[in-house]
């Protein structure tokens, strides 16, 4: 049986197969339970193995690639052209096997498991986040439909809670003030393991080469330094900076014709949780921009001067992005980019 190429269907439990020959024509389809596939593909001999990026792939493709085959993930939306007609498993399966042996396909690097280990500490703290978030406007709302109101912000909710429990003046019902407890509580709770978060990631950024050169960069903390290394590992999936930026959300959507360049607005896709670091990184440079370096400094100053103040953040988020993405790359420590004119001065 002649194998070139193998596009695997993956589900929780039951898996489906597809092989192609060098033709493009189906000579295998078949269903799998995980270790019903694993040792079916012990012995197989086939050219590329190709599956969706999603939950379960970069195990399956670890696995896989111990068996000395060559694995590589394709991302959903670069399968579905693919897909001929209707949907099923097999039929996804066939669209897998068809796209993995395209020479121009974009591919996920399979992730090992410390950066699996580091994007899980995120994707926790990252919910700890939210939740303290909602659990902050909860007790804003409560407090509003009593007549108590309090400023946005985690802050001021901290500041004043204690002090309008302990008010026996207030119109606050005793049921109403046990529940601002149990919540005060729970916003105490989970500052707490957002704060142990916060030391292992701090742990981790000090053990790291990598993270240490991404932090002596400006706006970019231990949180998005180890969330870029968790995402992209050393950068090496991308061709230039540019494509990095693109992946990450903060390049403008182009439509061009006619010979026209036509950019529209950023687009809502990419990593989002990145690009939101990216982003509150890009905020925090801006807030000390006299404070940077003479050259970036003064990109700054020209770029705030004719542009509006939300998209000059996301043109220096798209910077620190590049910036990013070379000293990962090259394994490079960032130099800070000097004006030639204060070098001659």
Known sequence: MELFTLGIDLGKTTFHLVGMNQRGDVVVRKRFSRTQLLCFTANLQVELIGMEACGGSHFLGRALREQGHEVRLIPAQYVKPYVKTNKSDYIDAEAIAEAVGRPRMRFVPIKSDDQLDLQSLHRVRERWVMRR??????????LLERGITLRKGRRYVDAALPGILADTDSKLSGSVRVLLMELKLELEQLADKIERSDQSIEHIARENEACQRLVAMPGIGPVTATALIATIGNGSAFRKGRDFAAWLGVVPEEHSTG???TLWQIPLRG?????????QCARAVMQHKTKQSSGLSAWLVQLTARTHHNIAIVALANKLARMAWAVLTKNEVYRPPILVDAIAG
């Open 133 to 142: 978030t909602a659990v902050v406007n909860q007790i804003r709302g409560l």
């Open 271 to 279: 990593n989002q949780y990145l690009r939101r670091l990216f982003v």
């Open 259 to 261: 010979g026209k360049q």
